[in-house]
């Protein structure tokens, strides 16, 4: 299996900055075999949609809204998934989570959260003016 614990989050200020981290363990979760690992959000009473995505090879994707406000990323040993945004708005308001696709599998070309197996518990980012 696959585990995953946010922690990060906080409420920050209009135009700030946030970075999330999310540790990332399990039997299953090999560094060296093909994976998709990415963040996720859920606004009050939005579905829970994309942000960000990385592969075992750190290639990269963002959602429309993030892009060049954010930046997804991992530390040397691929246990440590962080996500970077800078110029936060009141948009950005809502519980992030972290995600696993199946170990073993490159990200597929829909970014659809059902083809995430593996979910944080979620931490939960506050944006006022």
Known sequence: Q????ESGGGSVESGGSLRLS????GS???AYNPYCVGWFRQRAGKER??????DRDGYTRYTD???G???ISQDDTKTSLYLEMNNLK????AMYFCASGEPGLWCRDSFSAVYFSYWGQGTQVTVST
């Open 2 to 5: 696959v585990q995953l614990m």
């Open 22 to 25: 999310c540790e990332i363990s």
């Open 28 to 30: 299953r979760y090999k």
């Open 49 to 54: 949609e994309a942000v960000a995505r990385i």
């Open 65 to 67: 809204s993030v892009k």
């Open 69 to 71: 406000r954010a930046t």
């Open 90 to 93: 009141e948009d950005d308001t």
